[in-house]
């Protein structure tokens, strides 16, 4: 464990509280969201929704295989960022809603983007 925080911005509780064995994920997660607030001038950034368990997952209707479920992922307020500035971020799977990112994830593997 590495306190309450995964980082300066961001802490656990922000990004869901994923289990231990997830936390490196999170770190890596956190850092690309570190990015992203830096280059929206630090603008505080309230996450809408971070790691789910299989049962908060099932419960919200996600996708079986979402990034949520491996602390790699988290949604973010629609206005916040655009897809470009997700990319820069170092995102690798990116959701948007018209030009905003709503869901960023540092998924492994080959790189997704997708409208909703
Ligand atoms: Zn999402």
Redo the contacts with the bound molecule.
């Keep these: 464990m590495r306190g309450p925080r995964a980082s300066k911005h961001f802490t656990w509780a922000e990004l869901g509280q994923p289990p231990p064995s997830l936390r490196p994920a999170g770190l890596e997660l956190a850092s690309a969201l570190e990015n992203l607030r830096s280059s929206s001038g630090g603008r505080p950034l309230h996450l ?2 971070g790691y789910r368990s299989p049962e908060r997952n099932a419960r919200v209707g ?1 996708a079986v295989r ?3 479920l491996l602390g790699r ?3 973010i307020p629609e206005g916040y960022a655009t897809v470009e500035q997700a990319v820069m971020a170092g995102f690798t799977g990116i ?1 948007s809603r018209g030009p905003w990112a ?4 540092v998924r492994v593997g080959p790189a997704a983007r997708w409208t909703y």
Excluded: W
């Design positions: 809408v929704s996600g979402s990034q949520h992922a988290a949604d959701g709503v869901h960023v994830d």
